[in-house]
């Protein structure tokens, strides 16, 4: 069973751009929402994350917008540049990570 | 850099042999978690140590063991290699249980 549905699979966003992922959950016991990003040949590295406490966190060019009642979450990149381009994933939880399928980012310039 | 290390960085076996990978953690981190990432999939959640004692196990079955040393560096022992254990392999360490966790660059396991 899949705890948490990522969407798009792969979006290509011109530089400048406003690229956004989405995830929705079904295990309401999570009560940490993070976001890493993933280079080629690198491991997944914490972008950023949020607590179900707050509606939106902004950390530059990165948000997290937190809908609890709909159980969804989305990353939102602003003026997306071509060193955005890298995989995108959603997880639930500090440790033992449950993962969404990941979003394959490309941005053009 | 996270100061996660694991080696090596690439291992070519076949099918029935065992394989023992490791991982460094960071300075200070208590905490080590394993993970296997299919080609195309996010990782999944194998199993956590936490001073030197299993705390937490996902959906893997027993041929996938660990160690954790007092020093908190880390191995992940497969026997019996099957093929679709060809993944990369990644280590996360942390200053202790429920705390964010950092990456190393894993090892890409291909079973052959």
């Known amino acids: 069973q899949q705890q948490v549905k990522q969407s798009p699979q792969s979006l290509i966003v011109q530089k400048g751009g406003i690229s956004i992922i989405n995830c929705a959950y079904e295990n309401t016991a999570f009560d940490y929402f993070p976001w890493y990003q993933q280079f080629p040949g690198k491991g997944p590295a914490l972008l950023i994350a949020i607590r179900p406490d707050v509606s939106e966190k902004k950390e530059g060019r990165f948000t997290i917008s937190f809908n609890k009642s709909a159980k969804q979450f989305s990353l939102h990149i602003m003026d997306s540049q071509p060193g955005d381009s890298a995989t995108y994933f959603c997880a639930l939880g500090e440790d033992k990570l449950v993962f969404g399928a990941g979003t394959i980012l490309r941005v053009k310039s | 850099e996270t100061g996660v290390t694991q080696s090596p960085t690439h291992l070519i076996k076949t099918r029935g042999q065992q394989v023992t990978l490791r991982c460094s953690s960071q300075?200070?981190?208590?905490?080590v978690s394993w993970y296997q990432q299919a080609l195309g999939q996010g990782p999944q959640f194998i199993f956590q140590y936490y001073r030197e004692e299993e705390n937490g196990r996902g959906n893997f079955p027993p041929r996938f063991s660990g160690l954790q040393f007092p020093n908190y560096s880390s191995e992940l022992n497969v026997n019996a290699l099957e093929l679709d254990d060809s993944a990369l392999y990644l280590c996360a360490s942390s200053t202790d249980q429920n705390q964010p966790q950092h990456f190393g660059d894993g090892t890409r396991l291909s079973i052959l």
């Open positions: 300075s200070g981190h208590n905490t």
